[in-house]
């Protein structure tokens, strides 16, 4: 299914509607302020593992990102000293995954030996609407295009003739950015660019 949003005019219906499907289980892909993402419920660990397969990994092996809608519940998934969570606070919302130590619940959610998280707080009014209405983050991995010349897919279009028999809702946004985010790797004492991306860090 393709669900157009326009910025301007967000219906609530329409959120509730995305609400229904990550809490029943189900997987979207939504705009982002970088590239498209494919994300489910986190609470969800059988919509984890249909990601996983679906990129040709495994929960244990994966890399995959939280999407929360602010800074406010952090400690819950990661641990945070006050030199990070500052510079986290100058350049988030923003084009940025900040890599950090795993909080005790990681694991759990992704039933794997997890020690680090990715965070991300998305510069998009979609992300972070439906993680406020869905009531906690959402675990989120960018769309990689096989093709090597254009890594990632920008058309929304595109994305649901691609993607439709393994999602349950693809979220058309407009056309998406073709750069990923930068990550910021912040378990060591210096923070480590380990990804140039859109996001230009401010220190």
Known sequence: M???????NPNHREFRQIVDILKDGGIIIYPTDTVYAIGCDITNNKAIQRIAKLKGTTTEKSNFSLICSSLSNLAEYARVDNTTFKMMKKNLPGAFTFILPASSSVPKLFKSKKKTVGIRVPNHYIPLRIVEELGNPIMTTS?????EVIEYTTDPELIQEKYSKYVDLVIDGGFGNNTASTIIDCTNDSFEIIRPGIGELIH
């Open 143 to 147: 769309i990689n295009d096989p093709d």
């Open 2 to 8: 393709l669900l157009k949003l326009y910025p301007d």
